[in-house]
């Protein structure tokens, strides 16, 4: 039995007498400490998968499974950076991260050690510097980590990233890419993340689940990156594994599941 | 300094530091002498204007009701006539025979203690219609109808219901002043951006957390909205509610003053009114600004 298993979820969005069907039958397992993708065109329903591994949205059918018990409400054991860092703007950077800090350690760790966790995590991501600034004082990327922190300063079991990286330029992208694959490499993370980039699944990810166009998405094809760590950016370039993962991406997304949209563009 | 002196060399140094002084003496002096010359432009630019358009109405005033007959005073006559009120505002001859400062420090209060009930009842009342569709949907109607009742119109049913003028004043500033904060509470709350519920439901805050971390944060520009508009109102409906009630108060120094045809007293209470008025704006625009920094920064 896997370590995150989503069971069978359909999702169906109901309003008024109009049903819209989002995902059919959606399963996929994620083993301890492996970094999972999921892809897929936008508006695919993709994020509400990872709201439905969080907790935030309830599916229509099918559960979630971590650790062989059922999930079916938010909690910080499926810490979630959000798409666009959610971070409290009325707290300072270090308030942000110490407030789900105090919340999930209040019962086992002091004032002290509190204090120092929220401190370690900052450094973590290379934002102790910023502590004290307010959300609105730091760039786009530097929330983004901000954000990170706070998640991983939940110890939470599976990490979820809910296109992290998509409101961010390409140098800050890359930048902050290397920092979480620095990351789950030493600690260990069990990761699921939503993403449309090509690049970024292939060079993360230790599997990519390819979704079809909705409504009602399935799980098209599911890619292993047999690829060792750490992974080095430039050096991948060349890489036969990488060139040929990428190919099988670019074709399932643009080949066999374009979006309307495109289609209707030729 | 002498390190650096001692590295070039005794001959080409020895000019270079005075240079360096007589060059850095205007250099520094220039930017804090136009600093305090652009801060003076600046406070001019926002004093003057204002002071030249009192002066012209003033003057204005003097000139068309300076022929006998007229039926306001002028200003120098309002002045010469309540300079004893102007400059001992203190003084207490027993019963309504005060000075100013009582008559508006009794209004002051009775102010307080209503809008601070109409405060804490408002941002509950506004909290949980925010929240609760059923709460929206049952109240909102009533208070809609409400609201536009004029504060006035409650004196008579509040003087029936106390059978007192102390409590029945603070009860229409409360029922003016709660509205506005109801409703801008309630809009604040339930403009909550779902990102902030979804990070408190994975933080798992429980409802007191929720209310004291996130959502009162979060709706504070809202509430201070509420509350600013509130607090004009309150000053608005006092003034009119003491001319009724009677006692000790700004309102009925302004009836009384009326009744023994006192008109300089009414201007001269006017601008206190109208001054007082500005003020607890300000005071409220203040502390939502001092409040709300992180939240209207973003």
């Known amino acids: 039995m896997s370590y995150l298993k989503i069971d069978h979820v359909d999702k169906t969005f109901t309003r008024g007498a109009r049903q819209t069907e989002v995902l059919r039958d959606v399963t996929v397992e994620v083993e301890k400490g492996q970094y999972v993708s999921i892809i897929g065109h936008s508006g695919c329903g993709k994020s509400t998968l990872l709201n439905i591994v969080a907790g935030l949205t309830q599916p229509t059918r099918g559960g979630v499974l971590l650790e062989n018990r059922e999930v079916n409400a938010p909690g910080p054991d499926r810490a979630v950076v959000f798409q666009n860092h959610s971070l409290l703007p009325w707290l300072t950077v270090y308030d942000n991260v110490r407030l789900a800090v105090d919340k999930v350690f209040a019962a086992t760790k002091g004032r002290r050690e509190r204090h120092a966790w929220t401190l370690e995590n900052l450094d973590l991501v290379q934002m102790g510097h910023a502590k004290d600034k307010r959300p609105h004082e730091i760039s786009g990327g530097m929330k983004q980590r901000v954000g990170l922190a706070r998640a991983l300063a939940m110890q939470p079991k599976v990490l979820l990233l809910d296109e992290p990286f998509g409101a961010l330029d390409a140098l800050t992208r890359a930048h902050l890419q290397d920092s979480v694959m620095a990351i789950q490499q030493s600690l260990g993370n069990t990761v699921l993340m939503i993403t449309h980039d090509v690049d970024e699944a292939v060079l993360l990810s230790d599997r990519v689940v390819m979704m079809t166009n909705g409504p009602g998405a399935r799980i098209g094809e599911v890619l292993e990156v047999a690829m060792g760590r750490p992974r080095k950016r430039l050096e991948l370039a060349a890489d036969p594994i990488y060139i040929k993962s990428r190919q099988r991406l670019l074709e399932f997304l643009y080949a066999r599941h374009r979006t309307p949209q495109l289609q209707a563009a030729e | ?298």
């Open chain 2, 1 to 298: 300094m002498n390190q650096m002196v001692r590295k070039v060399g005794p001959a080409p140094a020895r000019p270079q530091p005075r240079a360096a002084v007589i060059a850095a003496l205007p250099i520094k002096a220039t930017p804090r002498a136009s600093r305090a010359l652009a801060a003076l432009a600046d406070l001019a630019a926002r004093v003057i204007p204002p002071a030249l358009v009192l002066a012209l109405l003033l003057l204005v005033w003097e000139l068309s009701c300076a022929r006998k007959g007229a039926s306001l005073p002028p200003p120098s006559r309002v002045l010469a006539d309540t300079w004893e009120l102007i400059v001992d505002p203190f003084f207490d001859r027993g019963g309504i025979d005060k000075g100013l400062f009582w008559h508006l420090s009794a209004s002051l209060q009775r102010v307080a203690l209503g809008y601070a009930l109409a405060a804490a009842v408002g941002v509950a009342l506004g909290t949980l219609i925010g929240q609760s569709v059923w709460a929206l949907r049952g109240l909102d109607p009533i208070f809609q109808v409400l609201r536009t009742v004029p504060p006035l119109a409650w004196l008579p049913l509040s003087l029936a219901a106390f059978r007192d003028g102390q409590p029945s004043a603070i009860f229409v500033i409360f029922i003016t002043a709660i509205w506005p904060i109801i409703i801008n509470t309630a809009v604040g709350i339930r403009n909550i951006p779902q990102d902030y519920r979804n990070v408190a439901a994975v933080l798992r805050l429980n409802a007191g957390e929720f209310f004291t971390k996130i959502m009162i944060p979060s709706a504070a520009p809202y509430i201070f909205t509420g509350l600013r508009i509130g607090i004009g109102l309150s000053w608005l409906a006092i003034v009119a509610a003491e001319m009724l009630i009677g006692g000790v108060g700004i309102g009925f120094f302004i009836w009384d003053a009326w009744n023994s045809s006192h008109i300089s007293e009414i201007i001269l209470a006017l601008t206190y009114v109208g001054s007082i008025g500005f003020i607890l704006d300000r005071l409220v625009a203040l502390t939502a600004s001092i409040v709300t920094r992180g939240t209207a920064a973003n």
